[in-house]
């Protein structure tokens, strides 16, 4: 068996009420309904928690490390996104909102992005070698580089083999700790995440390089701690930032869209945020449509990482702030402050990852020839199915549907439009159309007491 | 197994439709990604030239377990000089036509560097016939 991916979504089935939104919204067409409740396709999902947003009663969660180990450390670091800050209504201060994390008992607080400036000078340096094959796609968003390898794996000669700014960050840390005489063994490093695409990174990387990081903790549950620890004033305003320095405009702008690419040299570089779009502009670039494009920087997100589904506030209001503080005459235009560049080399040497796999998930067969007979048989379902893409059959579209027909995963007769016709020409009992919907969607869908109660509280 | 397009001259912003529907095939199949690759640029080219340069074309694409094949049958001006319309850099467009970053004279000379095979048939006045078939076994084999 090929080893999965990992995911950092997970369905509660006690609270979902198998509406199947989830299965409608989904960019690669991973779950499907059976038995009243999602069925995620492991190898197809990117985690880029669309069908979390989708969901009416939240029955979708990300899992998270406990907060309680980083006690397990003696030296509990937290790696923050600087949009973290920009997440709280604009009078709660930064100073505020850094000292209720150290009340919470973090001994330092580094912001993700102060690897950044390395991390520019590295995109600079392959966007110039022209043995790398142009363009240049970023791999900063780890569901995009998912989409790649299950939807464009033609495309993955392009993708950017370098770490992410939260393992470039934590390998400074580390480091710089260590050589300040930290115990190893005392440093917890602790990810603040914005996604659940990003969790999912640090369980199973990009490139299969280890990551560098203890932990993880989701964006909204630290942003309700903080908000708490400053709402009940139980925490002292600090006056020491001591390992909290300004970081560079072009790291804080770094995980908005244009973040990247705002700094590059010349050349043409694009900026595209949202799944979607990203997908249809990616269709161009495997077309070779898309001629001399230097880089692309690709986010999954509509607003990149302001839009991160574990960002509680909005994500217009956040890209604004993040801004407004990029924009502060305090931050330092020139990265020459930073002092994680005194690493610099270090950090160079160890930035590049392994080779990515494709995980074509569109393949029908590992045999080509059983392939193309079943997408044959697959296009002859298909052209006998409506079209409608109503998802009553469980699946999100006909034509998925046919496919996972052909590769003996469903019945034909899941189609509410093949069961009427079946219906009228006698062909199918009344009684066998219930239960194949009641495989589908569950007994409670077809039971008129059971159905009130799934009424969501809202109109 | 077979599929045909039809593809109409002058209408660029639907130029491209075929190939993206031939590479959702391939990857159905399961083609090697570099192999899709290498077809897709070919026959996006190609389709291409028909927009371009004909009144309208018919793409016929035939699959089999080992190989795809495609050919594009378009009523056109044709060429009348394919030999020089292979060599690099040979085209017969207008200065200012090459001046905006069209026709250098590559269009021919690319879709034989990603295909392994390709054959030009032209009648000048009546239309072009561009055959072109990739075989799936050898991925490893570079692009030219």
Redesign the interface.
């Known amino acids: 068996m090929e080893e999965t991916f990992h995911h950092a979504l997970k369905f509660k089935t006690d609270l979902c009420i198998g509406c199947s939104h989830c299965t409608g919204v989904c960019p690669t067409g991973a779950i499907h309904v059976e038995g009243g409740h999602p069925v995620l396709e492991p190898n197809r999902c990117i985690d880029c928690g669309h069908c979390y947003q989708a969901c009416p009663v939240n029955a979708i969660y990300i899992e998270q490390d406990d907060f309680q180990t980083i006690y397990n450390y003696a030296c509990p670091v937290i790696l923050l996104p600087s949009t973290f800050s920009a997440q709280f209504p604009e009078k709660i201060s930064q100073r505020a909102i850094l000292s209720a994390i150290y009340h919470l008992g973090f001994k330092y607080i580094y912001e993700v992005e102060k690897s950044v400036d390395v991390l520019h000078e590295v995109i600079c340096e392959r966007i110039k070698d022209r043995d790398v094959e142009h363009p240049v796609i970023s791999t900063f968003c780890p569901a995009v580089v998912r989409l790649i390898q299950v939807k464009f794996?033609?495309l993955?000669p392009n993708l950017l083999l370098v770490r992410p700014p939260m393992d470039i960050t934590s390998l400074y840390i580390r480091k710089n700790l260590t050589d300040r005489g930290v115990p190893p063994e005392d440093i917890g490093i602790f990810y603040v995440a914005p996604c659940a695409a990003k969790i999912a990174a640090i369980k199973s990387p990009v490139g299969e390089t280890k990551a560098q990081t203890d932990g993880v903790i989701n964006m909204n549950y630290l942003y309700n701690k903080v908000f708490r620890v400053i709402k009940q004033g139980e925490y002292q305003l600090r006056d020491d930032e001591f390992d909290f320095h300004p970081i560079s405009r072009r790291s804080l702008l770094w995980t908005m869209t244009g973040g990247e690419i705002n700094d590059l040299p010349q050349g043409r570089n694009l900026a595209i945020d949202d799944i979607d779009n990203v997908s249809e502009f990616l269709?161009?670039v495997?077309?070779?449509?898309v001629e001399g494009v230097d880089y692309l920087e690709l986010r999954a997100c509509d607003e990149s990482c302001a839009g991160g589904i574990l960002c509680g506030s909005n994500r217009f209001l956040v890209a604004e702030r993040q801004k407004k503080r990029a924009a502060q005459k305090s931050v330092k235009v020139s990265p020459k402050e930073n002092r994680l560049l005194t690493y610099k080399e270090y950090l160079k040497d160890n930035i590049s990852v392994g080779k990515v796999e494709?995980r074509?998930m569109?393949?029908?067969?590992?045999d080509?020839?059983v392939?193309?007979r079943k997408?044959?048989k697959s296009f002859e379902l298909n052209s006998n199915l409506p079209q409608v893409d109503c998802r009553i059959c469980g699946y999100q579209s006909c034509k998925a549907l046919s496919d996972a027909v052909v590769n003996g995963q469903a019945d034909i007769r899941q189609c509410i439009f093949v069961q009427r016709i079946m219906e009228l020409t006698d062909k199918m009992s009344t009684a066998e159309s219930i239960r194949l919907q009641r495989n589908i969607w569950g007994d409670q869908k077809l039971d008129k007491d059971s159905l009130k109660g799934m009424a969501i509280n809202e109109l | 197994m077979n599929f045909e397009y039809k593809v109409e001259g002058g209408d660029f912003s639907n130029a491209g439709s075929t190939s993206s529907a031939v590479k959702r095939i391939m990857k159905q199949i399961g083609v090697d990604p570099s192999i899709v690759k290498r077809t897709v640029v070919a026959l996006y080219e190609a389709e291409v030239n028909i927009v371009a340069h004909a009144y309208r074309g018919v793409i016929s694409v035939d699959l089999d377990e080992d190989k795809i094949r495609i050919v594009l049958d378009d009523e056109g001006p044709g060429i009348p000089d394919i030999a020089q319309a292979m060599v690099k850099g040979y085209s017969t467009a207008s200065p200012e036509v090459r001046e905006m970053g069209f026709g250098a004279g590559m269009g021919l000379p690319n879709m034989q560097s990603n295909m392994d095979e390709l054959k030009v048939d032209s009648v000048v006045g009546k239309g072009t016939r561009v055959e072109m078939v990739n075989y799936f076994s050898h991925p490893e084999q570079t692009q030219a």
């Open positions: 794996p033609s993955i269709e161009k495997e077309n070779g449509d494709p074509s569109d393949k029908l067969d590992e080509i020839g392939a193309m997408m044959k």
